[in-house]
């Protein structure tokens, strides 16, 4: 049983953390071929989404903790381990395969959605960071729990958390380890939807479709100009969306947006 899946279909990609008995704990194989599935999903111009998920009773736990009490790199499927017993073989872990993992995310220009239940435990839960959207069934429990097993977030935590909750509580939460409800989460702005159990498979698929139906070339720039605008002045960044303006109305999908609303009519994009 391979440790994440990955699929493609009606231009929708998947990605299901799949070890559910080590509750999705990060694995060699899985960390591989989520590099490989995220760019795919990076060099496509087919697909339209992307949706992150875990199997089991949750998300994901983060790290294998086992293999950390034991000063070891990542369980590999048949239980060996590559053993990381220096400081710079432990950063090169890091930096040459778990952080890939946000740096592709972010270099995704499609909507990338996590779909969190269960629970959603340090480098977990900061991999949904790095994703656009992230719903949340409502008995999802969500920590940085970082600091329990005395380390830092090396997964992105420290750089996503102070620009969605800001500097104080991004702090806190690493600071105290505390677990939060998926509710308490959504008020600090780290989760957009928070959805029954019962309803979330329904909930997203709906919200993926209206995504992979929209006109995609304007989602790709409108994202583009949301993240590159974090790190711009005003000037830079007006001057970066008239460009991707000047683009769009070439395309058939703006002349579709204005004969639709022109004809009082539902559009069909492309």
């Known amino acids: 049983m391979r440790d994440l899946l990955f699929s493609v279909e009606n231009n929708i990609a998947r990605i299901v953390l799949n070890r559910p008995e080590s509750l999705n704990a990060f694995s060699e194989e899985m960390i591989e071929s989520w590099i490989d599935a995220l760019e795919t999903v990076r060099d496509s111009d087919d697909i339209r989404v992307l949706v992150v998920s875990g199997n089991g009773r949750g998300f994901c736990s983060g790290g294998d903790i086992k293999s950390m009490a034991n000063g070891e790199g990542f369980i590999k499927s048949d239980g060996s381990s590559d053993y990381t017993s220096t400081a710079l073989a432990r950063k090169n872990s890091l930096w040459k395969k778990v952080q890939r993992v946000p740096l592709l995310l972010q270099e995704i220009d499609i909507p990338v959605i996590a779909v969190l239940h269960g629970f959603a435990f340090g480098a977990g839960f900061d991999i949904t960071l790095a994703c656009d959207i992230r719903i949340a069934a409502a008995d999802t429990k969500i920590a940085e729990s970082y600091v329990k097993a005395g380390i830092v977030p090396g997964d992105g935590g420290a750089y996503f958390l ?109």
Do not use: C
């Open 162 to 270: 102070p620009r969605l909750a800001g500097i104080d509580k991004a702090l806190e939460l690493l600071w105290m380890g505390e677990v939060l409800t998926a509710y308490q989460a959504k008020e600090l702005g780290l989760v957009t939807h928070v959805v029954h159990e019962d309803e979330l498979t329904a909930f997203v698929e709906t919200y993926v479709e209206k995504l992979a139906n929209a006109p995609q070339q304007v989602l790709r720039f409108t994202k583009r100009a949301v993240y590159q605008g974090l790190e711009m002045n005003l000037r830079t960044s007006l001057d970066m969306i008239s460009s991707s303006m000047g683009i769009l109305t070439e395309l058939e999908d703006y002349q579709e947006g204005v004969n639709a609303l022109v004809e009082k009519r539902k559009p069909s994009f492309r």
